[in-house]
């Protein structure tokens, strides 16, 4: 079992790796599952199952596998993302080459107009996520062009996670 923690870490974000249904609503890949502006106090613990082959004189431990079972993180005010804690502890978890494209998270409010047109502040790559943020219910769009999305609703108040 591995445990390590930090703390003061800023504009936090974690996504569904994998689909993930939560009372009866399924998160895709790539969705914000929580996000915050700043983590007091963050703790991280591996709990991990050892299981050997033993055999032969006075019955000594041969083979050895190790397998992670679950990762448990605990924190006080948010949640890290793998590449925030690699900035943090300088622990290089990530790596980019030159010339690669870094992708930046972004969330907005965004109040739909009077054509139900959403106007985003940058030009967003897939995949764009669009929420009523009145109840948080999942609203399907059409893509218009790199910043504008249409909803069936005008003057509508909506939560919109992309990145750019």
Same mark, same amino acid.
């Given at each position: 079992m591995t445990e390590f923690g930090l703390k003061e870490l800023y504009e936090v974000i974690i996504r569904a790796t994998y689909p993930i249904e939560v009372s009866g609503k399924t998160l895709e890949p790539g969705e914000i599952i929580g996000a915050f502006d700043k983590i007091q106090i963050a703790n991280i613990q591996e709990i991990k199952s050892s299981v050997s082959a033993r055999g032969g004189w006075d019955n000594r431990g041969l083979v050895y596998w190790d397998s992670t079972r679950e990762v448990r993180i605990s924190f006080t005010q948010g949640i890290f993302s793998k590449s925030q804690l690699a900035l943090m502890t300088a622990a290089k978890l990530v790596q980019y080459d030159a010339g690669t494209t870094l992708l930046l998270t972004k969330r907005e409010t965004i109040e739909s107009d009077e054509e139900g047109v959403l106007t985003l502040s940058k030009e967003a790559v897939s995949p764009i996520f669009v929420y009523k943020a009145s109840t948080g219910e999942k609203l399907t769009y059409t893509i218009v062009d790199e910043t504008h999305l249409h909803i069936n609703s005008n /003057?509508? %108040?909506?939560?919109?996670?992309? %990145? /750019?």
């Open positions: /003057y509508t %108040s909506c939560l919109v996670d992309y %990145s /750019y």
